[in-house]
């Protein structure tokens, strides 16, 4: 058996067609979406990630600020530009790209973002929508990949699913997100022990540990459904995800490869969630 791939770029450019006819109709009516970007510092990995998310922006007609801060600015002034972003009426979603320098609260920053412009789904009051089962803005590499799975007709009700994951950007929601679909979630961490066991049981596994190759084919089910989340820089410099795609291929009848598998999704989601703030302020004018 060799997988079949799924492709998050071509479903992204699938998915951001419809957006584009979306935008278009919002603008009839006098609504721009609009996404503030706000990146701290010089990381060069944080840069690319955000230069890509303001050409996603462009293409399908969403308005974009990029706020780039200085690595040593005060907390207090972050928060005041986040604040005053909550306050512009031409801004619907806000991003703050992490991770952000250590001196800056992460919690705070995340906090300080209004619920109704959390485009990235990591305010306590949408993460606690998820856990109730009734989302508004979900997290966007989670929701990327339950998109995924929709598109390839993926069954998700009753299937025993794996998380290897604990992060609130991926891991917790993502076992949410499919236990809210009636799957039977496993979550595991880096640290579980035997932890091969556990991932060959999954019929749908989802890695996201940061760490490179670190689930091999013998981890795996003879047609499992495998979701590689992670990006990792290898000493050559080229990337790799958390699952050995070389050895996983042959065991999993679906898998998503790294890059360009979950990647693009995430970004598509986000403007997924810009798109329906806009569309929120629409419906309250």
Do not use: W
């Amino acid at each position: 058996m060799t997988a079949k791939i799924i492709d998050g770029n071509e479903l992204s450019r699938l998915i951001r067609a419809d957006f584009k006819t979306e935008v278009e109709a919002l603008k009839g009516r006098g609504i721009t979406p609009g996404l503030a970007v706000v990146i701290v510092g010089d990381d060069p990995a944080s840069h690319v990630y955000v230069r890509n998310k303001v050409k996603a922006c462009a293409n399908v007609g969403i308005h974009s600020e990029l706020h780039a801060m200085p690595a040593g600015i005060l907390q207090a002034e972050l928060l005041a530009k986040i604040h005053a972003l909550n306050n512009d009426p031409a801004i619907h979603g806000i991003l703050v790209q992490l991770p952000v320098p250590k001196h800056i609260d992460n919690k705070a920053i995340i906090k300080a973002i209004a619920a109704e412009k959390d485009v990235d789904g990591f305010h306590l009051a949408n993460l606690g929508a998820l856990v109730v089962g009734e989302p508004t803005f979900q997290p966007c590499t989670p929701y990327g990949v339950m998109r995924m799975l929709d598109y390839h007709n993926i069954p998700i009700e009753g299937q025993h699913a794996v998380v290897i994951g604990r992060s609130n950007i991926a891991g917790k929601p993502m076992a949410l997100m499919l236990i809210n679909r009636s799957a039977t979630v496993t979550v595991c961490t880096s640290k579980t022990r035997d932890l091969g066991s556990i991932t060959r049981l999954a019929e749908i596994l989802v890695v996201a540990t940061g760490k490179a190759n670190m689930i091999t084919g013998d981890m795996v089910k003879d047609g499992a459904v495998v979701i590689d989340i992670g990006i990792n820089r290898l000493p050559d410099g080229k990337l790799a995800g958390d699952v050995h795609f070389d050895t996983v291929k042959e065991k999993a009848s679906y898998i998503t490869p790294v890059p360009g598998g979950v990647g693009p999704m995430t970004i598509t989601m986000l403007l997924s969630n810009t798109i329906a703030a806009a569309k929120q302020t629409a419906k309250n004018k």
